[in-house]
């Protein structure tokens, strides 16, 4: 026995010998040398995100324990308290797979991203995003992100077909780090998410040109019930530091709220509206169509900061439409409620040292408001993705963190103001930071406030939303790998001493405040 097994351990020796020298060329197995370098046809990018925190914020429902996306003591149920320290970490992980097939030589292109994300212990064996740290893990939480595949027809031209990203601003959504899309354009306040549909570019050194047919919710395939985005949008170089746009969006909808995120829904009379902090209209259940465009126009100088020390960049957009009715009982769809408001912001910057992240930025915002909501039969304020997505405007490149909403986020996005209607009372404010590189490009450190009022009070409150304090610590241990340290405080005003936003109290609620330290790494 001994010796067969001797004998069939002499006779495998070559392939463990090849196993083992894999790498080298000079040895082969099956007639065909074993590859040194990866296929470059496919590419791997992984972005990690993970966050330690302690906050004073927490919902009262204890179903909304995984993600809770929308305004501070709004119908997410999220209150402040001294009674209670919300301890917790969190984790993202986002793959980004590239397949581009050398036989059609860059022309064509699969791009694949997903989302991973959860809270430290959270639940195991089930099925669901957001969740599957728990004990034993084996949960099945992979959310797709984006499918899509980008054509390349001629130079300067690009098709996009699929789930991708639906960004308000032209830059090129592959080829332009995030941070871009924050700061230009309409910087993700009204369109900031992702949506299947089909998007041509056009990108030159002058003049970058966007298209974009989007479905939103299909609904009933035989039905005309659908939300349509379309989308134009134009920007020119008009000069080495200036550039200039403009832009059309519309949505189209005839779904009657059918459809929507789990049992919110969609729409404007959702509860999705109210969840994330945008204007619920008070428009009964009657079948409804309707369109809304947004007819805008925005600039940047100095986009990137470093053509001299001077940067600025701002938008204006309207939206405008109507919501039509049919009355039970009628066969015309002759309720008719107008839309019509105005959005503003101006961010402006000096680069006083060698860096980036050696500067003073100021941030402004202003929208429209409503004060009596559609008794009138037309609501004045400002409408955006977050009406039919969840969320789907972000507004989140100033630098503030409690008053407006921070990016840092993986299953808690919330925030005072976290669409800019602000639940249809609009608002003025912004957000002021000094940023310096103590180390250049190594070690980061930033101080900023912020400040808001409501353009309308609410009944019960006043105008003046409250102020803001923060900081932040950062340090790059290599390329795309960053650990940072943040701290926020939030003033309350008077505009949380009305029970309609103050989430029904009768006094005015704690100031809320919180902490976290992260780590991030892109991985490429």
Same mark, same amino acid.
């Given at each position: 026995?001994?010796?067969?097994?001797?004998?069939?351990?002499?006779?495998?020796?070559?392939?463990?010998?090849?196993?083992?020298?894999?790498?080298?060329? *000079?040895?082969?197995?099956?007639?065909?040398?074993?590859?040194?370098?990866?296929?470059?046809?496919?590419?791997?990018?992984?972005?990690?995100?993970?966050? %330690?925190?302690?906050?004073?914020?927490?919902?009262?429902?204890?179903?909304?324990?995984?993600?809770?996306?929308?305004?501070? +003591?709004?119908?997410?149920?999220?209150?402040? #308290?001294? &009674?209670?320290?919300?301890?917790?970490?969190?984790?993202?992980?986002?793959? +980004?797979?590239?397949?581009?097939?050398?036989?059609?030589?860059?022309?064509?292109?699969?791009?694949?991203?997903?989302?991973?994300?959860?809270?430290?212990?959270?639940?195991?064996?089930?099925?669901?995003? %957001?969740?599957?740290?728990?004990? /034993?893990? $084996?949960?099945?939480?992979?959310?797709?992100?984006?499918?899509?595949?980008?054509?390349?027809?001629?130079?300067?031209?690009?098709?996009?077909?699929?789930?991708? *990203?639906?960004?308000?601003?032209?830059?090129?959504?592959?080829?332009?780090? +995030?941070?871009?899309?924050?700061?230009?354009?309409?910087?993700?306040? +009204?369109?900031?998410?992702? @949506?299947?549909?089909?998007?041509?570019?056009?990108?030159? $050194?002058?003049?970058?040109? &966007?298209?974009?047919?989007?479905?939103?919710?299909?609904?009933?395939?035989?039905?005309?019930?659908?939300?349509?985005?379309?989308?134009?949008? #134009?920007?020119?170089?008009?000069?080495?530091?200036?550039?200039?746009?403009?832009?059309?969006?519309?949505?189209?909808?005839?779904?009657?709220?059918?459809?929507?995120?789990?049992?919110? =829904?969609?729409?404007?009379?959702?509860?999705?509206?109210?969840?994330?902090?945008?204007?619920?209209?008070?428009?009964?259940?009657?079948?409804? !169509?309707?369109?809304?465009?947004?007819?805008?126009?925005?600039?940047?100088?100095?986009?990137?900061?470093?053509?001299?020390?001077?940067?600025?960049?701002?938008?204006?957009?309207?939206?405008?439409?109507?919501? *039509?009715?049919?009355?039970?009982?009628?066969?015309?769809?002759?309720?008719?409620?107008?839309?019509?408001?105005?959005?503003?912001?101006?961010?402006? @910057?000096?680069?006083?040292?060698?860096?980036?992240?050696?500067?003073?930025?100021?941030?402004?915002?202003?929208?429209?408001?409503?004060?009596? =909501?559609?008794?009138?039969?037309?609501?004045?304020?400002?409408?955006? /993705?977050?009406?039919?997505?969840?969320?789907?405007?972000?507004?989140?490149?100033?630098?503030?963190?409690?008053?407006?909403?921070?990016?840092?986020?993986?299953?808690?996005?919330?925030?005072?103001?976290?669409?800019?209607?602000?639940?249809?009372?609009?608002?003025?404010?912004?957000?002021?930071?000094? !940023?310096?590189?103590?180390?250049?490009?190594?070690?980061?450190?930033?101080?900023?406030?912020?400040?808001?009022?409501?353009?309308?009070?609410?009944?019960?409150?006043?105008?003046?939303?409250?102020?803001?304090?923060?900081?932040?610590?950062?340090?790059?241990?290599?390329?795309?790998?960053?650990?940072?340290?943040? @701290?926020?405080?939030?003033?309350?005003?008077?505009?949380?001493?009305?029970?309609?936003?103050?989430?029904?109290?009768?006094?005015?609620?704690?100031?809320?405040?919180?902490?976290?330290?992260?780590?991030?790494?892109?991985?490429?």
């Amino acid at each position: 026995m001994n010796k067969r097994i001797w004998t069939l351990c002499l006779l495998m020796m070559p392939f463990w010998l090849g196993a083992q020298e894999a790498g080298d060329t *000079r040895f082969k197995g099956f007639d065909k040398a074993v590859p040194t370098k990866a296929n470059k046809q496919l590419q791997a990018f992984v972005y990690f995100y993970q966050q %330690n925190v302690a906050m004073n914020m927490a919902p009262e429902n204890d179903f909304l324990k995984g993600q809770i996306v929308g305004r501070l +003591f709004g119908a997410n149920t999220t209150t402040t #308290s001294n &009674k209670f320290t919300a301890l917790y970490a969190e984790q993202r992980a986002i793959p +980004f797979f590239i397949y581009s097939p050398s036989i059609f030589d860059g022309k064509a292109t699969l791009r694949a991203s997903f989302e991973i994300d959860w809270t430290w212990g959270d639940v195991a064996y089930g099925t669901g995003g %957001n969740f599957g740290s728990a004990i /034993s893990a $084996d949960q099945v939480n992979l959310q797709t992100q984006n499918l899509e595949v980008e054509f390349v027809p001629a130079k300067y031209w690009t098709i996009n077909v699929g789930l991708q *990203r639906m960004f308000d601003t032209p830059h090129d959504l592959y080829r332009t780090f +995030f941070e871009k899309f924050t700061t230009t354009g309409y910087r993700l306040a +009204f369109f900031g998410t992702d @949506g299947v549909g089909i998007s041509v570019r056009r990108q030159s $050194d002058r003049h970058k040109l &966007k298209a974009g047919f989007y479905k939103l919710y299909e609904n009933n395939v035989e039905l005309n019930d659908d939300v349509t985005l379309f989308e134009l949008n #134009s920007q020119y170089n008009v000069a080495p530091k200036w550039n200039v746009g403009a832009s059309v969006y519309w949505v189209k909808d005839n779904s009657s709220g059918k459809g929507g995120v789990s049992i919110l =829904g969609q729409g404007y009379a959702s509860p999705l509206t109210a969840y994330n902090g945008a204007f619920r209209f008070p428009i009964g259940a009657d079948p409804y !169509h309707s369109d809304v465009v947004w007819l805008g126009t925005y600039f940047a100088r100095n986009e990137e900061m470093m053509l001299d020390r001077f940067f600025l960049s701002g938008f204006l957009n309207y939206n405008l439409g109507s919501i *039509r009715q049919k009355p039970t009982g009628s066969e015309n769809y002759s309720k008719k409620t107008k839309i019509g408001g105005l959005a503003a912001n101006l961010r402006a @910057g000096y680069r006083y040292g060698q860096t980036t992240g050696d500067a003073v930025i100021a941030d402004m915002i202003f929208t429209s408001g409503d004060n009596n =909501g559609v008794a009138d039969g037309k609501y004045s304020g400002v409408i955006t /993705s977050n009406t039919w997505g969840s969320p789907g405007g972000i507004f989140i490149g100033h630098g503030g963190y409690l008053l407006f909403p921070h990016g840092n986020v993986v299953n808690r996005f919330v925030a005072a103001v976290t669409d800019i209607s602000n639940i249809g009372y609009g608002v003025t404010g912004g957000t002021i930071n000094l !940023h310096k590189d103590l180390i250049p490009n190594k070690l980061h450190s930033k101080i900023g406030g912020a400040g808001g009022f409501s353009v309308i009070a609410p009944n019960g409150g006043g105008n003046f939303m409250g102020w803001e304090v923060n900081a932040k610590l950062g340090y790059d241990f290599g390329a795309f790998l960053t650990v940072e340290a943040h @701290g926020a405080y939030m003033g309350l005003g008077n505009f949380y001493d009305s029970k309609l936003t103050n989430g029904n109290v009768d006094t005015r609620p704690v100031n809320p405040w919180l902490g976290f330290v992260c780590l991030k790494w892109l991985m490429f």
